[in-house]
């Protein structure tokens, strides 16, 4: 891949894949992802579901269309990080297309595929350039933010704990006027 810009806009429109795992169980609302002068034209949400008797967290994907492809995606991702990961809390995410296992949740391996994050309670980190990407100081940010997890979510990371195997249910929904949406 050449920018995060052509990543995420490789079908088209921006496409923006945020990521949340948290206590709360519901999905966002529609205005979790609205920031002043900008909101996604479409959401398509997926549940991610653990093996059932993982109930301590909540995982939920949200696929944020934009039609304008000319919108500071960078700026946006600043302000709705914390708002997104107030909303689940717990932490968010945003990263590319395939880049999600829980395996590899905030490991080496996946670092430069992340390219925002937010901890509940803590500042967001957006690394639109790939350089910084691409950078020791990314790959020791995405390992600190690893390590924060485990800690808020210590069940979830237990030896043997991890779960393998996930059910993805895709809504396919747009944003509606108040309620959870595709939930």
Known sequence: MTSTREAVCWGGPAVVTLFTLGRVEECLREDAFEIPGMRPDEIDIIRM?????????????????????????????????????????????????????????????????????????????????????????????????????????????LPGRAPRSFRATSSGTTPEPSPPIGC
Request: charged share 30%; aromatic share 14%; with cysteine.
């Open 49 to 157: 579901r653990p093996e059932p008797d993982v109930k301590e967290v909540a995982v939920w994907e949200y696929d944020l269309v934009f039609h304008d492809v000319d919108q500071d995606i960078a700026s946006y991702l600043l302000q709705c990080l914390p708002r997104v990961c107030a909303g689940a809390e717990g932490v968010a995410w945003s990263a590319f297309e395939g880049s999600f296992h829980f395996d590899h949740l905030f490991t080496d391996d996946v670092a430069e595929q992340i390219y925002g994050y937010c901890m509940a309670g803590e500042e967001p980190a957006v690394a639109w350039e790939d350089e910084i990407r691409k950078s020791s100081g990314w790959k020791r940010r995405i390992s600190d933010a690893r390590s924060a997890v485990e800690r808020r979510f210590p069940a979830w990371f």
